[in-house]
C-alpha cells in the first residue's frame, strides 16, 4: 500500500511548509512523516496515494473510524438546524444527555449529573478538579506516576510527565504522586505478583499516617488503563483498594476515561471492569464518534455545589457533537461494536504472542482495542525509546499508522478504530510484528 520512500514528494511539500509556518511543538508529523488527503474507516491516504490503516485514529478519538456515513448524514443535518448552543437546552443535547446517562452502570444511572465544559480532556479535568475542591472545602489532589491528564494548568500539575512541566514553572499547588501498579516495572522493587498490592498499600499507611505528611485530600484522580503512560492496566486489587481507601475516608474519587471511555476497553467505560463505582467521571476523545469535540464530566449529585458560572466554557454547546454522540451510542448499540472490540482484541492478542520470546520485548499488554508493545534494550533491560521509534518508522513503511509512549516513548501503541475489521487487525498486526522483529535483530546485529 506504500509505494516509494516516505514522505512523498507531494507530502514533503506539506511538511516543509508546516514547519515553516506552525509552531514547534507539534508532534505526530515529526515522527508520522505523511499529509492526508482523505480517510474512510480504518484506512486513510496520503497525498501521494499511499494507503495506510490507521492504527491511531485520532489518538483514540474516532471510535467507529474516519467519515463514518451515518455520522457524517447527522453531521450535516445538524449543521442546517443548529450548531453552537452555549448551555441552553437543545433536542440534539437533550438526546445526547440521555444516550450517555443511558451506558452507565445501573447503580450510577439515578446518581449522576453531566456538566459541559470546554472541549477537550483538560478541560473536564480541570472540571472535576474544581468540582471536588469546591464540594469537598479540602484543597490537595493525589495522582499517580505515569499517569497523563492533559496540558492545562492544573491538568499538567496532576499529569506524571516531568518533561512537559519542568520548563513552566508555578504550577498547581497541592499535588501528591503515589505509585500505580505498573507490575512489569515495580515502582516499590517487588515481584511482579504483590506489586500492585503493596502500592495501594502505601498509599493507604501516608493518607492514614498521622505523620504522613499529606492533609486529607480533595480528591484522588486515576486511569484504570494508563494511555500516554504506556498503556498499563491497573491491577484489580490495586483499583479495589484504591477505591475501597478513598470511601472510607470520604475523598472523591476521579476516574479519567478520556482515552479509556466510550468502549476503548471493551465495556464503555474501563472501571466498569474493576466492579467499582467513581464520584467523577471524565470523558471526552470519543465522546461524538467522529472527532468533533466535546467533553463532560459525569458525577455523583452530593457534589453538586458548585454556584451557576463556577465552570464554563463558550464551546461546551457544540450541537454537531451532540447530534452525533447521540447517534454513535445507538450504532454501537446495534452494531455490537463492544463485541466487536473484545473480539479483535482477544485476536490482537493472540496476533502479538511471538512478541513475548523477543529480549528486546518487555511486555505486550492492553485491554479490548488499547494495546502497547514496550521496548526494551536487551542488554540492560532500560527502557529503548529509539527502539519503539524505529518500530513505528518500519512499520509506517509498511503500511501502518502507530504511536509511542511511555517511559523514554519505549512503548508502542495500538488505537484502532472501535469497529476495525478481523482483516484489518490481521494485517497491522501482521507488519508490527515483522517491524518489531526486524528492528530488534538490526539493533542487535549494530
Given amino acids: 500500500m506504500v509505494a516509494g520512500d516516505l514522505p512523498g514528494p507531494r507530502s514533503r511539500v506539506l511538511l ?29 491516504r496520503d497525498v501521494d496515494g499511499n494507503v495506510f490503516i490507521d492504527f491511531l485514529a485520532g489518538a483514540g478519538v474516532l471510535s467507529l473510524g474516519h467519515n463514518h456515513p451515518e455520522l457524517v448524514r447527522v453531521a450535516a443535518r445538524q449543521l442546517e ?9 437543545t433536542p440534539a443535547k437533550d438526546d445526547f444527555v440521555t444516550a450517555q446517562l443511558s451506558m452507565l452502570p445501573a447503580a450510577l444511572k439515578d446518581r449522576m449529573k453531566i456538566h459541559f465544559c470546554g472541549p477537550t480532556g483538560a478541560n473536564a479535568v480541570e472540571a472535576a478538579i474544581k468540582l471536588c475542591k469546591t464540594a469537598t472545602g479540602r484543597d490537595d489532589i493525589v495522582s499517580f506516576a505515569g499517569g497523563f491528564h492533559g496540558s492545562t494548568a492544573a491538568a499538567m500539575a496532576v499529569t506524571g510527565l516531568v518533561e512537559q512541566k519542568a520548563p513552566v514553572g508555578g504550577g498547581m499547588p497541592g499535588v501528591h504522586f503515589f505509585p500505580y501498579s505498573y507490575c512489569a516495572r515495580c515502582p516499590l522493587g517487588l515481584s511482579k505478583e504483590s506489586s500492585g498490592t503493596r502500592c495501594a498499600h502505601y498509599l493507604e499507611n501516608a ?18 488503563v494508563q494511555g500516554e503512560g504506556g498503556v498499563i492496566p491497573a491491577t484489580y486489587e490495586f483499583a479495589q483498594r484504591v477505591r475501597r481507601l478513598t470511601r472510607e475516608l470520604g475523598i472523591p474519587l476521579i476516574v479519567d476515561e478520556v482515552q479509556t471511555g ?3 476497553t471493551g465495556t464503555w467505560f474501563a472501571f466498569e471492569q474493576y466492579d467499582i463505582e467513581p464520584d467523577v467521571i471524565v470523558a471526552s476523545k470519543a465522546l461524538s464518534g467522529i472527532g468533533t469535540p466535546v467533553a463532560v464530566i459525569l458525577y455523583d449529585k452530593e457534589l453538586d455545589r458548585w454556584a451557576p458560572g463556577a465552570h464554563i466554557g463558550t464551546f461546551r454547546g457544540n450541537q454537531l457533537a451532540f447530534a452525533t454522540g447521540a447517534a454513535a451510542v445507538e450504532i454501537v448499540r446495534r452494531d455490537r461494536v463492544l463485541e466487536n472490540v473484545r473480539e479483535r482484541g482477544a485476536q490482537v492478542a493472540a496476533l502479538l504472542t511471538p512478541l513475548e520470546t523477543l529480549d528486546w520485548v518487555l ?6 482495542l488499547m494495546w502497547g508493545i514496550e521496548l526494551v534494550h536487551p542488554g540492560t533491560g532500560r527502557p529503548d525509546g529509539e527502539l519503539a521509534e524505529a518500530v513505528q518508522a518500519e512499520a509506517l513503511r509498511h503500511g501502518v499508522i502507530v504511536e509511542t509512549g511511555g517511559r523514554d516513548g519505549c512503548v508502542v501503541r495500538l488505537l484502532p478504530p472501535l469497529n476495525v475489521t478481523e482483516d484489518h487487525v490481521a494485517a497491522a498486526c501482521g507488519v508490527l510484528v515483522d517491524a518489531v522483529s526486524a528492528v530488534g535483530e538490526q539493533g542487535r546485529a549494530a
Fill in 207 to 224: 493518607l492514614t499516617d498521622p505523620l504522613g505528611g499529606i492533609p486529607l485530600p480533595a480528591a484522588v484522580i486515576m486511569e484504570m
Fill in 16 to 44: 516543509e511548509r508546516q514547519e515553516q509556518r506552525e509552531s514547534n511543538a507539534r508532534t505526530y508529523p515529526r515522527h508520522l512523516p505523511i499529509a492526508i488527503a482523505d480517510a474512510r474507516g480504518s484506512l486513510v
Fill in 81 to 89: 438546524i443548529f450548531t453552537h448552543g452555549l448551555d441552553l437546552p
Fill in 262 to 264: 466510550c468502549g476503548r
Fill in 363 to 368: 511486555e505486550v499488554r492492553g485491554r479490548g
